[in-house]
Structures are given as structure tokens and as C-alpha cells.
């Protein structure tokens, strides 16, 4: 007759239930990691406009550009950061770098409202808030991204067109330097550039002079007629919840 294990179904019982509860502390822990890792605050800083009516001198025609910024942190040296920004952007020719037209139009600006929302990703080049070293307060960073710029689009086959918003795909890449102040406070300044796929940011409707073509040519090029638009300027971000670590009684922070 073969001996019977008593002990056999309290561990047949036990191997699952410890399982289950390493499985959850490791979650809990995650959960937790991941909440202190987010930091929310706000941006403020200028915004001004690369293309056809700009003088390639950075910052000219520069307007106030404010907004919100968002990061969740994976590790010390990669984040995941989105922004909503507003501002407005402008440009003009002047008249005699239309001396050539024959019309009165000599003279041609604009001014637009846009709206930008983006998520990038920052590459630390050096290790950032280690919650093991106390001394990594600061480093510069390098972002790219997806976006979508939001204006005021005026349909250049309608006169008198008031336009509708659109929204377009833009590729954000910049570079930037963050500094931790406290546990829960961080500062930075960053200056990052918006490439859009079209040509009409600087389009105030139609009978006006084609900024892109202004002497009408016909002539144009995929690299050179599309618009940019650029963000410069501070944040402060605010870390929402106080960081929680284990086993490091002995470290100082």
C-alpha cells in the first residue's frame, strides 16, 4: 500500500499563493515606480516661422508661445514627453524684393494662430534623477518625435475663402538642458524645430501674391517649399508623487 504525503495538498496550495503574491508585490511596485516617474507643468517661451517670408535669422518675427508639458520618465537616461503649445507666427516681403512684379502687391505679410501637440522621446546624454545618486540634478537632452500643427487652413481654390482648421503632420527634433531643483520641482529650457509637409502657412487667400511663387514661375521644390515653425523657450514641471524606493536605507539621496 503506497504512503500517502499529508503535506502534499498544503503545498500544492502554497506554490500557487506564493506565486500569486510575488506576481502582485512585483506590480504594486511597478504601479508605484511608474506614478513617480510622471511630471506635469507648463511651458512659456516665443514661436516664430521658417519659410518663403522669413529672413533665415533665427527668432526674427518671434510672437509669446505658452502651453503644457507632460513627461513620463523610463529610465535615467529616456523620456517620453508631450506638449500642447500656442502662439503665432508671421512673416512678409518687403517691397523691393518684389520690384520686379508688375502690381500693386509689393507689399504682402501675414500673421497666424497655430496650435501644436506633440510626444517625444528625450535621449539624456548623461544619467538624470538616478534615485540611487543623489548628484545627477542635470543634464542636456536631444527630443524627436510625431506632432500635429493646427491653424486656420484658407482653401486656395475659393475667393474670399475664411479657411478651415486642419490638422497636419509635423516632425519635431530639438535639443534642450533639464535641471532637478528637489525632490518634486524641475526646471529646463529647450528649443526645438517643427518640419510640416505643406507650403500655406504663410497663404493669406486668394488674388494675393504666392509666397512660394511670387513671380509666378511655376517653379518650385519639394525641399525648399515647406514651412517650419520653431518653439524656444523655459518650463517648470512638478513631480506628482514623492519617489519610493526599497532596500536603501544606507544610500543618501
Given at each position: 500500500m503506497p504512503l500517502i504525503d499529508k503535506e502534499t495538498p498544503t503545498k500544492n496550495i502554497r506554490r500557487p499563493?506564493?506565486?500569486?503574491?510575488?506576481?502582485?508585490?512585483?506590480?504594486?511596485?511597478?504601479?508605484?515606480?511608474?506614478?513617480?516617474?510622471?511630471?506635469?507643468?507648463?511651458?512659456?517661451?516665443t514661436s516664430y516661422y521658417i519659410g518663403d517670408l522669413s529672413t533665415g535669422i533665427p527668432f526674427t518675427n518671434s510672437h509669446l508661445a505658452v502651453g503644457g508639458i507632460g513627461r513620463y520618465v523610463f529610465t535615467d537616461r529616456i523620456a517620453l514627453k508631450g506638449m500642447a503649445l500656442v502662439g503665432n507666427i508671421s512673416g512678409d516681403y518687403h517691397g523691393q524684393d518684389l520690384k520686379y512684379l508688375e502690381s500693386d502687391e509689393g507689399n504682402y505679410s501675414f500673421n497666424r494662430s497655430i496650435g501644436d501637440i506633440s510626444a517625444q522621446v528625450e535621449f539624456n546624454f548623461r544619467s538624470y534623477d538616478h534615485?540611487?545618486?543623489?548628484?545627477?540634478?542635470?543634464?542636456?537632452?536631444?527630443?524627436?518625435?510625431?506632432?500635429?500643427?493646427?491653424?486656420?487652413?484658407?482653401?486656395?481654390?475659393?475667393?474670399?475663402?475664411?479657411?478651415?482648421?486642419?490638422f497636419i503632420l509635423s516632425l519635431p527634433f530639438g535639443i534642450g538642458a533639464k535641471y532637478k531643483i528637489n525632490k518634486y520641482v524641475r526646471i529646463g529650457a529647450e528649443w526645438t524645430f517643427r518640419k510640416t509637409?505643406?507650403?500655406?502657412?504663410?497663404?493669406?487667400?486668394?488674388?494675393?501674391?504666392?509666397?512660394?511663387?511670387?513671380?509666378?514661375?511655376?517653379?518650385?521644390?519639394?525641399?525648399?517649399?515647406?514651412?517650419?515653425?520653431?518653439?524656444?523657450?523655459?518650463?517648470?514641471?512638478?513631480?506628482?508623487?514623492?519617489?519610493?524606493?526599497?532596500?536603501?536605507?544606507g544610500i543618501k539621496k
Open positions: 499563493l506564493l506565486i500569486a503574491v510575488i506576481v502582485c508585490l512585483c506590480i504594486a511596485n511597478q504601479q508605484v515606480q511608474a506614478q513617480d516617474r510622471l511630471e506635469l507643468g507648463a511651458f512659456l517661451g534615485k540611487f545618486i543623489s548628484t545627477t540634478t542635470f543634464t542636456p537632452y536631444i527630443s524627436v518625435g510625431l506632432a500635429t500643427t493646427i491653424y486656420n487652413r484658407i482653401d486656395t481654390d475659393v475667393e474670399n475663402s475664411a479657411g478651415n482648421t486642419s509637409f505643406v507650403d500655406d502657412l504663410d497663404y493669406v487667400g486668394p488674388g494675393s501674391i504666392d509666397p512660394s511663387d511670387p513671380y509666378g514661375f511655376g517653379e518650385s521644390t519639394f525641399t525648399h517649399n515647406n514651412d517650419w515653425i520653431s518653439f524656444a523657450g523655459v518650463y517648470v514641471t512638478i513631480s506628482m508623487l514623492k519617489r519610493k524606493t526599497k532596500c536603501n536605507d
